[in-house]
């Protein structure tokens, strides 16, 4: 029977990295970031020699790409010019309307979106790679839980104040988010009893592929535009400087769910690429 001691490293440094999105600490973030996803590219079902080599070799680069993309978000963090203290709303307004720091961050938000598509594009072709069986079992599995793993993810992802102005109340949301949660856990379930790993995989890598999707909405909407006479948009700086305060929930979800998806998919793959070997 595997030692357990793995399994609880990812789980701590998955928790660290969540945590450290919460709270905004850049280097709690990446040390969880590095330590997970690297213990994944050298976990004992991804480096088991029955694995094909090609598909080792693609998840552990996708995992590279996954660590680089999110090294590259949090460097943004790491290099704020107003480091711990909140900035005033006429500060942030000066720093997100000047020509230079959009530049950055367009390129910046640009890269992180590279990275996750060419991740995704690493797991993808593993998956395509997958003995027939495996792969037909996937086939199957992938259109349902494609659909309900996506709308999950939107749900997870929304702004919780955004999801209590639209249920009434936080108490709502929390009742909501149970029932939803329930509810597509149990469906996998069932899709786990009648189509294997194979639909792990496909929860990964849906999670996965929308991650990398949200990635690219961000980096489409952070194109320089000129803003200097946008009162709007400036009156909408301000208002978030004064509404968002406290722990960043949204930065932690994101976080969570790109790593939750990187574990499914690439630990999946792994086990699936492993039957073919196994097989007389």
Partial sequence: M?????????????????????????WAT???????????????????????RSARLLLQGGLLLFTL???????????????????????LIALVTDPARQRMQFLRQLTVASCLILA??????????LPREQLRQFGRAAPIL?????ATVVFIVLPPTGLAALLGSFTNVA??????????????????RR????????VGATVLAAVAWLAVDDAWRSRPESRDSDAFYQT?????????????????????????????????????????????
């Avoid at 189509?195 to 496909?202: E, P, V, Y």
């Avoid at 305060?245 to 499914?264: S, W």
């Fill in 2 to 26: 595997p030692s357990a001691k793995p399994l609880w490293l990812l789980l701590g440094a998955g928790l660290l990295a969540a945590v450290g999105a919460l709270f905004g600490s850049p």
């Fill in 30 to 52: 990446g040390v969880g970031v590095v330590v997970l996803l690297g213990g994944l590219a050298i976990h004992p079902a991804v480096t088991d020699p029955a694995v094909p």
């Fill in 69 to 91: 993309a999110v090294v590259v978000k949090i460097w943004g963090w790491a290099a704020s010019p107003f480091g711990d203290t909140p900035p005033s709303a006429s500060e």
């Fill in 120 to 129: 995704c594009a690493c797991v993808g072709v593993a998956i395509g790679r």
């Fill in 146 to 150: 494609g659909v309900l793993t996506l």
């Fill in 175 to 192: 009742v909501m988010a149970l029932l939803v949660l329930g509810g597509y856990a149990w469906i996998v379930g069932r899709s786990v």
């Fill in 195 to 202: 189509h294997g790993t194979a639909s792990i995989a496909a």
């Fill in 236 to 280: 909408g700086v301000s208002v978030s400087v004064a509404v968002e305060t406290g722990p960043d929930v949204e930065a932690a979800v994101a976080v969570a769910v790109l790593l939750l998806g990187a574990a499914l998919a690439v630990l999946a793959c792994a086990r699936l690429s492993k039957v073919d070997s196994e097989t007389p």
